[in-house]
């Protein structure tokens, strides 16, 4: 597995004009694996837009490297950084407290009679959307901590909150413009299943992972 990141050239309006909704981010990610095109053998690529200091970024998790000189194609010259993962993910151990960031698309599904697939709808208050996270943890191998380190909207004592919410286009067939709802957790967490959170990790939490949302990146507690 490899973890890259490029900052995105937001100052350059006429390199980045193609980026103009999520669709297109999917495009230059996906175009920055340029060899499993030619052997179309696509995997998938959890990736994340992030925002640090003022300055945008690309985040990619990947099991093949990017390209770097494609990764680049909308960034900023010589930001290009891209890591191995794995050596990451071994040292991962059960009980561990872990910071953690998440960019997810909180949804729920309601069956539809006569259907064998329900109706996603999105979870709209932040009430919804933190209760979506605590229901995901038990599966997705971790236990949100209960501390109130964090100014959390909620009464819950969890040390967590929802640092951003927006709702991003994306074109679907035909052109046909539909806008996905996005949110940003951050706060702490503890490993309870590392198997099932290494999963999670390289895998993804929730829908919506080929258009930026899914990815959760965590760094040890001090």
Request: charged letters at 30%.
């Amino acid at each position: 597995m490899y973890l890259a990141r490029v900052e995105i050239a937001t100052k350059n309006r006429q390199k980045i004009k193609d980026l103009t909704h999520l669709g297109a981010y999917h495009n230059w990610v996906e175009q920055s694996f340029p060899d499993e095109i030619n052997l179309s053998e696509r995997k998938r690529h959890l990736w994340r837009l992030d925002q640090l200091a003022g300055k945008n970024y690309l985040l990619v998790l990947s099991e093949n490297r990017p390209d770097e000189e494609y990764l680049k194609k909308y960034g900023v010259s010589g930001t290009v950084k891209v890591k191995p993962y794995n050596q990451f993910l071994d040292a991962i151990r059960n009980g561990e407290v872990m910071q953690f960031r998440l960019t997810a698309n909180p949804s729920y599904s309601v069956l539809q009679p006569g259907k064998k697939r329900g109706r996603v709808y999105p979870h709209v208050t932040v009430k919804q959307q933190r209760q979506w996270l605590k229901e995901k943890a038990k599966k997705a191998g971790f236990k949100l901590v209960q501390q109130r380190l964090l100014d959390s909207k909620d009464d819950d004592g969890l040390a967590f909150d929802i640092v951003s919410r927006d709702h991003p286009v994306l074109y679907r067939e035909k052109g046909r413009a539909m806008r996905l709802s996005r949110v940003t957790f951050e706060g702490l967490l503890q490993v309870q299943d590392v198997t099932v959170f290494k999963e999670t990790l390289t895998k993804g939490l929730g829908r919506e992972k080929a258009f930026g949302m899914g990815l959760m990146t965590v760094i040890t507690e001090v």
